[in-house]
Nanobody
Framework: HVQLVESGGGLVQPGGSLTLSCAASGFTLSSYWMYWVRQAPGKEREWISS???????SYADSVKGRFTISRDNAKNTLYLQMNSLKSEDTALYYC???????????????WGQGTQVTVS
């Protein structure tokens, strides 16, 4: 039974930091591409960071240099360290598992329930 459970969200002042966690169960986290995606009120979901199976990381321009994605293979947990938070970072943050079946068949197959981050 695959499950992703996020935690670590909360209310933080501008310039502050938070670390989000995404505990995975039912599969080995390091065997999949994993993503952090956020959705602000009234806006579409926005990809913000990913970590591929070899450990290669990528970031959206909006968070580059401020956010760091990582994983702990022993704990089977994904993290997002967020520094220098801004009001525009306020959103519901999700972790998601990505499946690349082929170049024409790729999708997110599992999502967590989300954790709210409010910067104010």
């Amino acid at each position: 039974h695959v499950q992703l459970v996020e935690s670590g969200g909360g209310l933080v002042q501008p310039g502050g930091s938070l670390t989000l966690s995404c505990a995975a169960s039912g599969f080995t986290l390091s065997s999949y591409w994993m993503y952090w995606v956020r959705q602000a009120p009234g806006k579409e979901r926005e990809w913000i960071s990913s970590i591929l199976t070899p450990g290669t990381t990528s970031y959206a321009d909006s968070v580059k240099g401020r956010f760091t994605i990582s994983r702990d293979n022993a704990k089977n947990t994904l993290y997002l360290q967020m520094n220098s938070l801004k009001s525009e970072d306020t959103a519901l943050y999700y972790c998601a598992r990505f499946r690349l079946v082929s170049t024409s068949n790729q999708f997110f197959d599992y999502w967590g329930q989300g954790t709210q981050v409010t910067v104010s």
